[in-house]
């Protein structure tokens, strides 16, 4: 079936529905201090840049009142990154500015802002949303900002492919200046050696089949892989 990255992401908005626990945010740094803790062999590794300033609303319908409004650059991804280290899966969203401890509120019901990738650990499966439409994804990994708090969550979509609903779990994020990291233990993931992935950013407002904004997308055409 054809599908397109907006529709990936459009999952994620339906999913969000199923907020649960939270997990404490870190403390806003200075982006100067973006090093990472440990280096990946090259080999664990795959990084997607993506260009500052492409990120807008309405990024899945670019046309109409406001499509081209600009957003904030801490909703805009320049660099995404996916690695091994040990037993864990790190996540990695560069962003174009440092996200406030306070961000933007989002409108609606749910007002979830999300920085978000998609994971498709298993090309021949495509889990079904509650609206029937398939997606590629297995697996979100997100961290989002609920108008309150952060939390950073993992929702397991293949339940979905026997009726069941997505399972959701918290994860261990930071957010450390203009860089937002996940943690999940491959375990989760039934450590797979090698799967598709899609970065993004998204704004969720309610429930409604259509009520989210894909806000930018990395890579823009396609899906990443990992390993690189
Ligand atoms: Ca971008
Ligand atoms: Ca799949």
Request: hydrophobic residues 40%.
């Amino acid at each position: 079936m054809k599908w397109n990255r907006s529709q990936h992401l459009a999952i994620a908005g339906v999913l969000l529905g199923f907020l649960a626990s939270c997990t404490d945010r870190s403390t806003p740094t200075s982006p100067n201090q973006l090093t990472l803790a440990f280096d990946a062999p090259a080999s664990l590794t795959s990084v997607v840049t993506d260009p500052l300033g492409d990120a807008k609303l309405n990024h899945h319908n670019s046309t109409g009142p406001g499509s081209d409004q600009k957003i904030p650059d801490y909703l805009d991804v320049v660099r995404a990154e996916v690695s091994r280290q040990g037993n864990t899966f790190v996540f990695i969203e560069d962003v174009g500015d440092v996200v406030p401890s306070n961000p933007t509120t989002v409108s609606g019901s749910l007002g979830i802002q999300a920085w978000i990738l998609g994971l498709d650990t298993d090309p021949t499966t495509a889990p079904p949303d509650n609206n029937g439409n398939s997606f590629p994804f297995e697996f979100f990994v997100d961290v989002e900002w609920d108008g309150t708090q952060f939390a950073g969550k993992l929702y397991d979509r293949r339940p979905l492919l026997t009726g069941g609903e997505a399972v959701v779990t918290p994860v261990s994020f930071t957010i450390d200046g203009a860089q937002i990291r996940m943690f999940v233990a491959a375990s989760s993931l039934e450590s797979p050696s090698t799967f598709a992935w899609l970065a993004g950013t998204l704004s969720r407002h309610s429930d409604g089949i259509n009520a989210y904004q894909t806000l930018d997308v990395a890579p823009n055409s396609g899906l990443a892989t990992w390993p690189q």
